[in-house]
């Protein structure tokens, strides 16, 4: 049993007594015994490979740096990984990864990504685009959604392959803002259908034995005074990507202090740099000669795509060494 490194416990602190966390035992897979509420602790243990899964929220991310520098700060001796496979306009058909093919195309892309990584936690964060479908669009969601689920656990197929145990973590989207150029109307509008996705979500992941980030109720109240949750209504801000990593932190029974930000300024930095390379490694610029349709072209050079790999572990070993030497 690898050790524990910190529980994700809900309802310790003013903030978190928003976040809302459903979680059920899935088998072997670290996860402790329930506790006497119903509610067991989610926990991140050491040698935890961590998968970032979801659309622009979770993309931009990468570039950010906040929820994983927020992460993997508070679990200094952990060793965790972290890749962050975000994909601005994805939903959880993975259409946005179809590229010039169909969405099962993406969606099958999508699972062999992930398992090639061979995670031990899975993060998932849809729902954002898929809101804009209403009411219409919240049934083939959710059943969507739970058949994401379920092909994340399943098994590999292949001959020999080694089964993992993967946890899951699903995490509603933070609300709309009126905030130029988004309306007040079209921001209340906009946030009555999605809290109907974020229900969905919390639904799934009781049903799933996932656990739920609950961003849609709890991320505005970790704002500082005056801030803007987001950019224009939509994308979130500077300010908003520091709230949310504040919740996740919170979950983690890790409340962040007001000099966070300050003292790890260099762990972001190894972060965001480790993601940029990651982020060559499985999307490159000229992914249609190299793998695509054109790659009788320029296929040759696909060879070099591999030789990320010892440049991202170095750029994360950085990361784990300021990590512990943070104080």
Known sequence: MPSKACPWPGGLLPLAARLFLAVAIWPCSGLAAAEPDGQPPIELNSGDRVVLLGDAIIEREGERGAIETALVATHPGANLTFRN??????????????????????????????????????IVAYGRNESFSGAAGLAPFREQLGRLCRDLRRPPQEPGAKAIPTRLVLVTPPPFEATPPLSTAAAAARNAALSDYAAAIREVAIEQGAG??????????????????????????DAGYDAAAAVYAAACGN???????????????????KNRLFFHRWRPANETYLFLFRRHEQGNNAVEIPQFDPLVEAAEATVRKLAKESP
């Open 212 to 237: 739920v980030v609950d961003l849609f109720g709890a991320v505005e109240a970790s704002l500082p005074a005056g801030a803007r949750l987001t950019e224009n209504g939509v994308h979130l801000s």
């Open 85 to 122: 496979l975000g994909w601005s306009g994805d939903t959880v058909w993975a259409e946005s990864r179809g590229v010039f093919d169909a969405p099962s195309a993406g969606y099958a892309r999508l699972l062999d990504l992930v398992r090639g990584l061979e995670p031990t936690v899975v």
């Open 255 to 273: 409340p962040l202090s007001g000099d966070f930000a300050g003292r790890t300024a260099a762990i972001r930095a190894a972060v965001n740099a």
